[in-house]
């Protein structure tokens, strides 16, 4: 490997991740999309959560173990992703008008699906639901559009900071205030 023009590859190899889930093991595509649950009436990909997972464990909400926000976010990009011609993907995808209505409770095995809908605007709308099947509970709706050209906003950081309120946050006082709204 330290030659710069040998052939020989010395990359670190890995297996796809897998879950085990009531004795079975299934390999999945991300940390929040396992499978691709799509057929011929819609595009879909489902996930199923314990709890345990590094992003749901210390995240709780009313002693409730809660998918945070920023999952489903992570979420919508990875199906669009993969529900997505390659030739769109050198675009940027925009996440817009999402709306996350009622926190998603994560307790031991459970199913979670984003369903994808192209519509007549060049846009795909997601919404992701947990639930049985008989009472299936919409957690988060939105759109994901792919658009050709992203212009950086120029902020002028020295007046930010001077429109800033100059004050000091004691930590302490506020995961006090966090943890008196029920979010841990």
């Known amino acids: 490997p330290t030659y710069p023009f040998a052939r020989e590859s010395y990359w670190f190899r890995t297996s796809p991740k897998e879950i085990h889930t009531s004795g079975s093991t299934i390999a999945v595509l991300h940390p929040l999309v396992h499978t691709n649950t799509s057929d011929l009436s819609r595009q879909s990909y489902s996930s199923t959560f ?3 997972e590094f992003f749901i464990k210390d995240y709780q909400y009313n002693n409730q173990k809660v998918l945070p926000a920023a999952a489903y976010f992570e979420m919508a990009r990875v199906a669009v992703d993969r529900a997505t011609p390659a030739q769109q993907k050198s675009n940027t995808l925009e996440l817009r008008k999402i709306v996350c209505e009622h926190p998603m409770v994560i307790n031991q095995n459970k199913q979670v699906t984003i369903a994808l809908f192209a519509d007549d ?3 795909i709308e997601f919404e992701i639901y947990g ?3 008989d009472h299936e509970v919409v ?3 939105g759109q994901a559009v792919f658009v ?3 212009k950086p906003v120029s902020i002028a950081i020295q007046k930010l900071v001077e429109e800033m309120p100059q004050r000091h ?3 302490t006082g506020l995961y006090g205030d966090f943890a008196s709204g029920g979010l841990s």
């Open 121 to 123: 605007h060049e846009q």
């Open 131 to 133: 639930g049985e099947k």
């Open 169 to 171: 946050i004691d930590i």
């Open 148 to 150: 050709n050209v992203f």
């Open 139 to 141: 957690h988060c709706v």
């Open 50 to 52: 314990t709890g345990e």
